[in-house]
């Protein structure tokens, strides 16, 4: 099997997460003014995405353990390309939210067993590798959607967005159907029970610990994305144009982020990156927090905080998933739900009173504070012991 290709059809599948919100994050106070609704819930449309994102790992990825990783992943993406077009014709914000679940629950297939595929494909460092291609052509989505989002301002409002979202859907769909080749064969798929399986994941501490920073790195992550359309336009008196840059400059950051973990991976480890990573994450952050008055200047340290968490992600994936390859799927389902839950309660709670860079910035500069403290205090003791990467 060409690894290469397969990335490169994985990458797009796990693009479901960005596209859902990047693609129309420049018309967010747009929506909210259309919809006669606050900022507060016209970012909650994108934490239904992303809730829908999260639960949905839940159940696609251990049904992907037992009946293989193509039928739950095809029946994803075509009720995404569906649901795309219900969003675009509803009348009012609280169906909105709704279909925007479940738009999160359907799309959530091609994100966990992205994961998963990867996982039954490599282990290791060549998993880290893999999963650096991976984030590479997955990146291509949050590079490019605001880009597109913030030229499609100009010429159509947000239920055009999800229209292109629904045809977006579509030819995912053709790609899901014709270009994956099936990676979890019938003898080597799982017989016991689903809860059999996550009693495990659950019992193992280190993967426990893994979970928790997951969590922590979604939830700054989230805020990001949740905040910075507000943050940019708002604060900062940028047009949609000019943040569609911004918001691509940063996704090209954790491109270049990634590939230079995946060049240094080999000599380093994934158990050093993923502590060196996580740490310079968390100053980074902090570092933002202190430039959160100046302006424009405090975009510098974002960008970095972008770079180096780049290439965390992958090295915390492989060293979660090293020992449970037989049941890859429910791993990957808890990993990914530990990323997507968290942040979507938080970021619009921090918005309450409105979005500021302040808000913002702390946030993030908090959550990764306590992930470079769970790293060292839990994971880093963890990993002196010895662990199959």
């Known amino acids: 099997?060409?690894?290469?290709?397969?990335a490169v059809v994985l990458g797009l599948l796990e693009t479901f997460g960005?596209?859902?919100?990047?693609?129309?994050?420049p018309l967010l106070p747009r929506l909210a003014a259309d919809l006669g609704t606050s900022e507060s819930l016209?970012?909650?449309?994108?934490?239904?995405?992303?809730?829908?994102?999260?639960?949905?790992?839940?159940?696609?990825?251990?049904?992907?353990?037992?009946?293989?990783?193509?039928?739950?992943?095809?029946?994803?993406?075509?009720?995404?390309?569906l649901l795309s077009?219900?969003?675009?014709?509803?009348?009012?914000?609280?169906?909105l939210l709704a279909a925007r679940f479940l738009q999160g629950l359907c799309g959530s297939a091609g994100i966990v067993i992205a994961l998963a595929v990867a996982r039954d494909l490599t282990e290791g460092v060549e998993l880290v590798r893999l999963l650096a291609m991976l984030t590479t052509v997955g990146a291509l989505a949050p590079i490019v959607a605001p880009v597109v989002g913030g030229q499609l301002a100009a010429v159509m409002g947000w239920r055009g967005i999800?229209?292109?979202?629904?045809?977006?859907?579509?030819?995912?769909?053709?790609?899901?159907?014709?270009?994956l080749p099936e990676s979890l064969p019938p003898p080597?798929?799982?017989v016991t029970g689903m809860f059999q399986d996550v009693g495990v994941l659950l019992r193992d501490r280190l993967f426990l610990c893994f979970l928790a920073v997951g969590a922590c790195g979604g939830t700054a992550f989230f805020t990001y994305l949740a905040s910075i359309s507000f943050v940019v336009q708002g604060s900062f008196a940028l047009s949609p144009q000019w943040?569609?840059?911004?918001?691509?400059?940063?996704?090209v950051m954790s491109v270049v982020g990634a590939q230079i973990n995946r060049a240094v991976?080999?000599?380093?480890?994934?158990?050093?990156?993923?502590?060196?990573?996580?740490?310079?994450?968390?100053?980074?952050?902090?570092?933002?927090?202190?430039?959160?008055?100046?302006?424009?200047?405090?975009?510098?340290?974002?960008?970095?905080?972008?770079?180096?968490?780049?290439?965390?992600?992958?090295?915390?994936?492989?060293?979660?998933l090293a020992a449970h390859g037989t049941r890859a799927g429910t791993a990957a389902a808890l990993l990914g739900t530990s990323a997507f839950a968290v942040g979507p309660v938080v970021a619009p709670l921090v918005s309450l009173n409105g979005t500021s860079p302040w808000s913002m910035a702390l946030t993030m500069a908090a959550a990764h504070a306590c992930a470079a403290a769970l790293v060292w205090l839990a994971v880093r003791p963890r990993l002196r012991a010895p662990v199959r990467v």
């Open 1 to 6: 099997m060409n690894l290469r290709r397969v």
């Open 18 to 25: 960005p596209i859902s919100m990047d693609l129309y994050l």
């Open 42 to 81: 016209a970012q909650a449309t994108m934490s239904a995405c992303m809730l829908g994102l999260a639960l949905g790992q839940l159940v696609v990825g251990p049904l992907s353990d037992r009946l293989g990783r193509r039928r739950p992943l095809v029946v994803g993406v075509g009720g995404f390309t």
């Open 85 to 95: 077009l219900v969003c675009a014709v509803t009348p009012s914000i609280e169906l």
């Open 162 to 179: 999800f229209l292109v979202l629904a045809g977006i859907g579509a030819l995912l769909f053709v790609l899901a159907l014709t270009a």
């Open 188 to 190: 080597a798929r799982r």
């Open 243 to 251: 943040f569609s840059v911004c918001f691509a400059a940063n996704a």
């Open 265 to 320: 991976v080999r000599r380093a480890g994934p158990a050093r990156m993923y502590v060196i990573t996580t740490t310079c994450t968390a100053v980074a952050a902090l570092a933002m927090l202190g430039t959160a008055g100046l302006g424009l200047v405090m975009l510098v340290p974002l960008a970095l905080v972008m770079l180096i968490s780049g290439g965390s992600t992958s090295n915390g994936s492989a060293l979660a």
